[in-house]
């Protein structure tokens, strides 16, 4: 892809594409980072349907609060 930009474009010397090759413009994003995101969202479907209520129950009363001081 940057081939292609840099091709169709001489003046773009780079740009953000860490989406397709994973160099972020931060350089603090590190592959730990994506695997403690990955066991974070594993634990979260790992939950039993009594833990997916409590928490939609939670997010709902806190929705409810948020609106009614609007």
């Known amino acids: 892809?940057?081939?292609?930009?840099a091709a169709l474009n001489p003046n773009v010397a780079s740009f953000e594409a860490s989406c397709f090759d994973g160099q972020y413009i931060t350089g603090d994003v590190t592959?730990?980072?994506?695997?403690?995101?990955?066991?974070?969202?594993?634990l979260q479907f790992d939950q039993t349907?009594?833990?997916?209520?409590?928490n939609n129950r939670s997010r709902l009363a806190l929705q409810s609060a948020?609106?009614?001081a609007a």
């Open 31 to 42: 592959a730990a980072d994506f695997a403690s995101m990955e066991a974070q969202r594993r």
């Open 49 to 54: 349907e009594e833990q997916q209520e409590e």
């Open 66 to 68: 948020e609106s009614g």
């Open 1 to 5: 892809m940057k081939r292609v930009v």
